[in-house]
């Protein structure tokens, strides 16, 4: 296979807000810098975002960023890293400040400052009140911030490469990272993109599991190529569910739909939260009713032909009362179920919405292995692991990590590039040849597994074995059989094996990323023992010695998972903030 060679002062994985918000640092320092991506720069899964991006702005009523920074350890239960928390949300009301200064269409109070709305979890003083900390472009703030970025990367000539897959990282024997390997979608060429430094922000893979909120882009992508390179991934035990996403297809249904009378109904129609949330019943809190949804799945009362999702029924509801308060929902439910609710039910399952785990990295953007600095290569965004969100993410912190850390990793880059002697060190032929075996394996596989076949069972096994409620025996039963799926992925044939826009040969390399996070999940998941955040077990129950199953004395710590054996350490939380105190470890309640 004939391979090309472009070299750069930074190549950027990803064009996501991660990646973009870094490119501007690196272009604007007058680097050389190279943006590849699947997709056209703004179409990347940042675009979907709605609800907002957190900063202690204060501007329609007292916040502080120590208020901020108290609710993120708290939303995290206790598993995030207090020195990346603090840097994340005192630098918060500056990288959005700069991001208007980019041109982002904020929406406005009537003093023409930032508008900004509550969101989940975010209090004033320590967990008093909800707190106005959410700043909004109305429900299109992802899209807005995506542009603006994009528009900013155009104005610093930022090199886009459309429509290209990265392959695989890129190391020297000494262990720093030379740069990554990609192919071009449109014509099957393979080239090599060496640079001084390699940023990942490739985004989530919530496409590891069956129902996902996630666009079907978001394959992990950058998380398999780090495993597959020897680094280790973090936390990967970590996912946060949504109760109530479309069956099948994973588009969100608000919480909105029950707060309007909807009801979750099993099989025989029953109205199942009664069993388990006698008071609250369909309004009990999220983690709640995913949990009693899953139950009735596993036990056989699920919905439709596999029996793998429940039914929200608003069709006692006024017609009218749907069409004034939940068109948005209705079309929804038309489009991708195939339903119109004000005549039947619509089936939901609990969804797959954001990955807590992944690249380990220290504030700074850099990644590292058990706290060794890996030369030349760094994470941001939601592949990466900083750790600021811990065992659960509180609402618009993503985008805020997004812009935060994609700063701080260019400009870290900017200080390790402007150091390196100009000329670049030899690539070893082996880390090329290791990426072009895998095409070529694809390109030539026979009797192999089919490739959409197999992605289902992984999805399947996830979503059954793994999901936002975990049984004892589930899970070891989901280690076996993922890595099982996993001889498929290996063996995965193509009927197509054309150069020129084969889709089904990105979608073959694309399942090889996802098997990586699967297992990191599943084999994460099996081995903690405790309750904490959006992992729940039912052999970690909440006791009096264990507060909702919280287990610090042994589990006051983030999992590593390395490829290589399937071998899981584990490193210890850091409860150190930078300048103020640590905020002390207590159980967490709403
Ligand atoms: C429906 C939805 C709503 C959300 N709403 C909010 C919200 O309101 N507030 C909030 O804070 N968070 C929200 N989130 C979470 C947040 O939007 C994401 O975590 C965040 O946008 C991820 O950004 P990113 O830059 O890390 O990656 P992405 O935006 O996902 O971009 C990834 C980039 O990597 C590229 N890429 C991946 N693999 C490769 C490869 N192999 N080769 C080349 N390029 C590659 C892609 O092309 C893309 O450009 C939401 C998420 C979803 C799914």
Same mark, same amino acid.
């Given at each position: ?8 002062? /930074? ?19 007058? =680097? ?53 928390? *603090? ?12 991001? *208007? ?39 299109? %703030? ?22 290209? =897959? ?11 990272? @030379? ?46 190529? /780090? ?16 109760? %109530? ?138 592949? /990466? ?13 993503? =985008? ?102 084969? %889709? ?6 694309? @399942? ?47 999992? @590593?998972?390395?490829?290589?054996? &399937? ?6 939380? &850091? ?16």
């Amino acid at each position: 296979m004939k391979v090309a060679k472009r070299t750069f002062d /930074a190549v950027i994985v990803g064009a996501g807000g991660a990646g973009m918000r870094a490119a501007v640092t690196l272009a604007e320092s007058g =680097l050389k810098t190279a943006v590849i991506s699947k997709v056209f720069p703004t179409r990347s899964h940042t675009v979907a975002a709605q609800g907002g991006v957190s900063a202690s702005l204060g501007n329609s009523e007292p916040d502080h960023w120590t208020w901020h920074m108290y609710d993120t350890v708290k939303g995290s239960d206790w598993l995030g890293d207090q020195d990346a928390i *603090e840097f994340m949300c005192k630098q918060a009301p500056q990288v959005v400040v700069e991001l *208007e200064h980019y041109g982002m269409p904020f929406d406005r109070t009537d003093e023409g400052k930032i508008y900004q709305r509550p969101f989940g979890g975010h209090m004033s003083n320590f967990g008093e009140k909800p707190v106005r900390r959410a700043c909004a472009a109305a429900d299109r %703030t992802g899209h807005a911030m995506l542009h603006a970025l994009y528009q900013r990367n155009v104005r610093a000539n930022t090199q886009f490469f459309v429509e290209w =897959l990265a392959l695989d990282l890129l190391r020297a024997p000494d262990g720093r990272v @030379l740069g990554v390997i990609a192919l071009e979608m449109e014509t099957g060429e393979i080239t090599v993109f060496q640079a001084k430094a390699t940023l990942f922000a490739t985004g989530g893979a919530g496409r590891i599991y069956y129902s996902s909120t996630n666009a079907f882009i978001n394959t992990g992508d950058g998380v398999g190529m /780090a495993a597959r390179a020897g680094i280790p991934l973090e936390d990967m035990e970590f996912w946060q569910f949504h109760p %109530t996403g479309v069956a099948g297809a994973g588009v969100l249904i608000t919480e909105g739909v029950r707060g309007e009378g909807g009801i979750l109904r099993n099989a025989s129609g029953e109205r199942f939260m009664e069993r388990y949330a006698p008071n609250a019943k369909d309004l009990a809190s999220r983690d709640v009713v995913s949990r009693a949804m899953v139950t009735e799945i596993n036990e056989g009362r699920g919905c439709g032909p596999a029996q793998d999702h429940v039914m929200l029924d608003i069709t006692h509801l006024d017609a009218d009362v749907i069409n004034k308060r939940l068109p948005g929902i209705r079309e929804i439910s038309i489009q991708f179920a195939g339903v119109d609710p004000i005549k039947a039910p619509i089936p939901v399952v609990p969804t797959c919405h954001y990955q807590m785990g992944g690249i380990p990295t220290n504030y700074h953007g850099e990644v590292v292995d058990y706290g060794n600095v890996i030369p030349g290569f760094y994470a941001a965004g939601e592949c /990466a692991c900083a750790s600021v969100h811990g065992a659960n993410r509180l609402g618009t912190n993503s =985008l805020l990590d997004l812009l935060v850390f994609g700063k701080s990793s260019g400009e870290s880059m900017v200080d390790f590039i402007r150091k390196e002697p100009a000329a670049l060190p030899e690539i070893p032929q082996g880390e090329i040849d290791k990426a072009l075996a895998r095409v070529n394996r694809v390109n030539t596989q026979t009797g192999g597994a089919d490739v959409a076949q197999t992605r289902l069972a992984m999805q399947r096994t996830m979503q059954n074995h793994a999901g936002v409620f975990r049984f004892k025996d589930m899970l070891q039963q989901g280690v076996d059989k993922i890595l099982d799926i996993e001889k498929q992925v290996q063996q995965t044939e193509i009927k197509d094996k054309s150069q020129v826009w084969n %889709t089904a040969r990105i979608e073959a390399l694309e @399942l090889e990323n996802l098997i990586e996070v699967a297992k990191a999940t599943m084999l994460s998941a099996n081995a903690r023992t405790e309750s904490r955040g959006a992992h729940v077990r039912d052999d970690a129950p909440d006791t009096p010695e264990h507060p909702n199953g919280r287990d610090d004395q042994n589990w006051l710590k983030h999992s @590593l998972w390395y490829r290589d054996g &399937n071998r899981l350490e584990y490193k210890p939380v &850091n409860l150190n903030p930078l300048t103020v105190q640590s905020v002390a470890l207590k159980t967490r309640a709403y």
